[in-house]
């Protein structure tokens, strides 16, 4: 009769069920990241999740199947995949920065590639270590114990994501942290099979160079994150950083016939400091002119405080409530000089109100009205802003209109988008208000347009209204001109953007995609 394979230690059976946990951590962190890094630079955040995760798990599929060919040696098996883990996994975020910079039309090749190879790598580990504690640990017990710490893994990562890891380190150093944990389990895996493992120093060697390597990674994470954006952008970085939301990018071209500053969100460009006075003036003016004497004002998005200034313009006004979601964005924008320098300082005024907050709750819960209401959102490139279009926001703007109100929206390019930006006015119309659509010429942007929407219908300022003296752009002679569309841009039938559709998403994307290509 065969002698039964020696029980090991409890502490073995310990330090492989802790190394699940972080196993599972890791493994989500890197799907969760790519995830991220998709949505940012691709946008549709929801298709880029989708497909990324599908991928990710048909991946995980394929290495647990590929596990049932690993017969010998399994410890010296499990730290090579951990090690491979990673490198893989903890560089992914800084290589497909480094993709985006220097070789943008490779970026969804790589996303896949590292996606795929990271996914297989990671559902080889799981099979393996059920079957290193299977020596002495009954296949019930297994299971269950292997499965909870798995799930309780996944469960720490997902809630740490978005709320401490991105904002705190950023998704460069996150995904490198996780990879200094994966290195750091097979290190732990070194010492605990030790006596089993047949090339010990080489293993070593390994081991101590991954973590070197991923150690150096992060204590240069800004260096590579700079170097990559600094290629992407064509003026120099001067400020970047990944919030929860999204990644702000300022940059800065100083010189003569130069842009100024550059607010991109995503690798979208916001505003152009040489230019961004035409489409705030174009914004905000035509409907607090119309209105007269407004006091009570909102701001919905323009965290950057351009659309704030310009309404601080007006005398009558005398409270301004900012809504924006992210408040990375307010925060810049009050706090680093050059960028509170552009909009006058207006964020500190003692008659705005700054909200952090979502929008579209926030008009759910409210109960204030308003005279005007300016709505400076990113375009709807995903779900998420489509929201923000739809008849059910439309209809909570006007819930929060005073009875003389009126309110502005941003759309998009009626040249470029054209069945994008008449969907947003027929959006409009569709919960009772009246519109009046208009466009500018903004040369960083191209033909720009926007829509004046309330209950009563909106009028052409005369040009002995309150105009504000220091306006650049906009005068009584020159206003009319907006309101005049050529017949490139003139309406045409469109649906109804509603949240159960979002219509508005794809053809948004069709639209504009067609220009990418």
């Known amino acids: 009769m065969s002698n039964p394979i020696p029980r090991q230690p409890p502490a073995v059976e310990v330090a492989l069920l802790a190394s699940v946990f972080v196993i599972a951590a890791c493994g989500l962190l890197y799907e969760l990241a790519a995830a991220a890094l998709a949505s940012y630079v691709l946008g549709d955040s929801v298709l880029q999740f989708s497909t990324v995760i599908g991928a990710y798990l048909f991946a995980m599929g394929g290495g647990s199947y590929l596990s049932r060919f690993f017969d010998r040696q399994l410890p010296a098996h499990f730290l090579r995949i951990e090690l491979l883990v990673a490198l893989a996994g903890g560089l992914l975020p800084a290589m497909l920065f480094w993709v985006h910079g220097y070789a943008p039309d490779a970026f969804r090749f790589a996303l896949y590639a590292l996606v795929l190879l990271v996914g297989m790598l990671v559902g080889l580990e799981i099979p393996l270590v059920m079957r290193i504690l299977k020596r002495n640990v009954a296949l019930k017990d297994l299971v269950s114990q292997v499965l909870t710490f798995d799930y309780l893994g996944a469960l720490a990562v997902s809630v740490a994501f978005p709320l401490l890891l991105v904002p705190k380190l950023g998704l460069v150093r996150t995904g490198l942290l996780f990879g ?136 009558s006004v005398a409270e301004v409530t900012l809504v924006e979601l992210d408040p990375a964005m307010t925060e810049l924008f009050t706090r680093t000089p050059a960028l509170a320098a552009l909009n006058g300082r207006a964020l500190m005024d003692s008659r705005v109100r700054v909200v952090n907050a979502d929008a579209f ?37 006007d819930q929060r209109l005073s009875a003389s109100g009126y309110a502005v929206v941003q759309t998009t390019s009626p040249l470029v988008a054209r069945q994008s930006y008449w969907t947003v006015v027929n959006t409009m119309e569709s919960v009772g208000l009246r519109t009046a659509p208009y466009h500018a010429h ?40 907006l309101f005049d569309f050529p017949q490139d841009m003139a309406r045409v039938p469109t649906e109804v953007n509603r949240l159960s559709n979002q219509v508005l998403v794809h053809t948004y994307e069709t639209e504009w995609g067609r220009v990418a290509h």
Not at 186 to 207: D, G, I, M, N, T
Not at 209 to 228: C, M, P, Y
Not at 368 to 383: A, G
Request: charged share 15%.
């Open 361 to 397: 709750t926030w008009l759910k819960l409210s109960t204030e009205v308003f005279d005007v209401i300016v709505v400076d959102f990113p375009d709807p490139t995903n779900f998420a802003v489509g929201k923000l279009y739809t008849q059910s926001f439309y209809s909570l703007l």
């Open 180 to 315: 200094l944990m994966n290195a750091a389990v097979a290190l732990w895996a070194l010492w605990l099979f030790r006596h089993e493992l047949r090339h010990f120093k080489s293993h070593a060697v390994a081991s101590l160079s991954t973590l070197a390597v991923l150690g150096a990674a992060f204590a240069g994470a800004d260096a590579i994150t700079t170097l990559a954006e600094d290629k992407f952008y064509a003026d120099k970085v001067v400020y970047a950083t990944t919030s929860p939301y999204q990644r702000i990018v300022v940059t800065n071209n100083p010189g003569e016939g130069r842009t100024g500053h550059r607010l991109f969100l995503n690798g979208n460009l916001q505003f152009a400091e040489r230019d961004e006075y035409r489409y705030h003036e174009a914004l905000v003016h035509p409907a607090m002119l119309a209105h007269g004497a407004p006091q009570r004002v909102a701001v919905l998005g323009g965290g950057d405080g351009m659309a704030v200034r310009e309404v601080l313009k007006h005398p």
């Open 442 to 481: 903004v040369p960083s942007f191209g033909e720009w347009g926007f829509v004046i929407a309330s209950r009563r219908p909106w009028r052409l300022p005369t040009a002995d209204a309150a105009w504000p003296q220091n306006l650049r752009f906009l005068n009584p002679q020159t206003l009319p001109l």
